[in-house]
């Protein structure tokens, strides 16, 4: 087969190619970077963007941009967001020592010379951490929280501001009562500053360091006597052989005299010493001993059927003795009108108080007294309300010199119900017994 050959005509083929757009016209950012501390910043920075058009029509796809920061230099080119179509920013993220430290947004605009960062940050992003720990944390979390509670003192209904604390009958802190100038005592009970202990309207009181009681100390001899009765009896400290003798355990006082228990009677070649306070002789009120208030305060309250302490006056062994009258005064409260309440005070095992009223009655008042004398005592009451009549009682309640002795007060509701029984206030105050000087 012979070739052909081509003619003299040639087929020229023309390619047109649309021309390339030209690169985005990018704006420069450039900056130092320090840290708090005035060192210069060092770690990445990570850029991050969505698509779009920029202002020049050049489409800058999804992508993001590592930028390593060194020794605080920033050096960066970005195309403009500000003449970009809608939504067009740039999400900035700081790296350094392998985690992210906080963000933040750009929108650059178009511009011929470097901008700062400040110029381009448009929104700040929190510093990136842990979230702040909101928990509650209650009080069984914590070990040991609830002992500590319930051991604390609490505040009492009597609690005042700016007054010296006492405890009350059920263990919480309330004020004293009492003018400002008086003088507290251990007890929580106030009077005015003088001798005695219970005031005594500024006579002030004298006293006795070493005094050897009079008597013969042989053995057989129990009976002893001061050159005063000591006022309050309490103050008086005995001493035999250097050794604290102790009131209704070794000895007894009335007045000025001192009886030793048999099995504590001093013996020949013993030393007997006392100390105590007693009034003023140069001044005639001093020879008449004060009242004394034992107790005073608040009691609680209860809505229970059976009868409940509501608070009590415990009287130590050796303050009182034959000749003494003690004072008793209280005051209930009830509250809620769906039952009566009944309402008890004792001395020791002996009620010499006992009331019940109706369920209309909101208010319990009474008082009470007993003499004390060798063999015991002889008591009388008398109580009231609101609306309930007075009523008195009497009779004896049992005494023995030289012991201790509890009066106690009690209270109940009538019936099951929601009802609250109060004890508001007690007093029980001591009238000691005094000679005719």
Request: glycine share 14%; with cysteine.
């Amino acid at each position: 087969m012979k070739g052909k050959r081509l003619g003299r005509w040639s087929v020229l083929l023309f390619f047109s190619l649309s021309p390339a757009p030209a690169q985005p016209v990018l704006t420069a950012i450039q900056d130092t970077l320090y840290k708090a501390d005035g060192t210069r910043y060092n770690g990445t920075m990570r850029i991050r963007w969505r698509s779009f058009e920029a202002g020049d029509q050049s489409n800058i796809a999804t992508s993001d941009l590592t930028v390593e920061i060194v020794n605080g230099v920033l050096r960066v080119r970005l195309a403009p967001t500000t003449t970009a179509t809608a939504g067009a920013q740039y999400e900035v993220a700081y790296e350094s020592r392998g985690r992210l430290q906080f963000t933040e947004t750009w929108a650059v605009p178009p511009s011929a010379t470097p901008l700062r960062i400040r110029q381009v940050r448009t929104g700040q992003g929190s510093v990136v951490g842990p979230p702040p720990a909101n928990t509650q944390i209650t009080i069984p979390d914590v070990a040991g929280l609830s002992n500590e509670l319930l051991v604390r003192p609490i505040r009492g209904p009597g609690f005042t501001a700016s007054r010296a604390a006492v405890i009350n009958a059920a263990g919480q802190m309330e004020g004293a009562s009492g003018d400002a100038g008086d003088c507290v005592r251990v007890d929580g009970s106030a009077s005015p500053c003088g001798a005695g202990g219970g005031g005594g309207g500024g006579i002030l009181p004298q006293f006795a360091d070493g005094e050897v009681p009079a008597g013969l100390v042989n053995g057989v001899n129990t009976v002893f006597t001061l050159n005063f009765a000591p006022s309050p009896g309490a103050s008086l400290a005995l001493f035999k052989n250097g050794v604290l003798q102790r009131a209704g355990t070794d000895f007894l006082l009335s007045g000025s005299t001192i009886t030793f228990l048999f099995s504590s009677a001093p013996q020949t070649g013993d030393v007997l010493q006392a100390r105590y306070r007693y009034g003023d002789p140069g001044n005639p009120l001093a020879s008449f001993t004060a009242a004394q208030t034992i107790c005073s305060g608040t009691g609680t309250g209860t809505s229970s059927t059976a009868l409940i302490s509501l608070g009590s006056c415990s009287i130590p062994a050796g303050v009182l003795g034959a000749g003494d009258r003690i004072e008793i005064r209280f005051q209930y409260e009830h509250t809620g009108g769906t039952t009566g309440f009944g309402a008890e005070v004792r001395w020791g095992s002996t009620a010499v108080v006992s009331r019940s009223v109706s369920l209309l009655e909101t208010t319990l008042f009474g008082r009470a007294e007993a003499g004390l004398h060798g063999a015991g005592g002889l008591s009388a009451a008398q109580s009231w309300g609101a609306l309930s009549a007075v009523t008195a009682a009497a009779g004896s309640v049992a005494f023995t010199p030289g012991q201790g002795l509890t009066v106690e007060f009690r209270g109940q509701m009538s019936a099951a119900s929601s009802d609250t029984v109060w004890l508001r206030n007690f007093t029980v105050i001591r009238y000691p017994a005094q000679g005719n000087p």
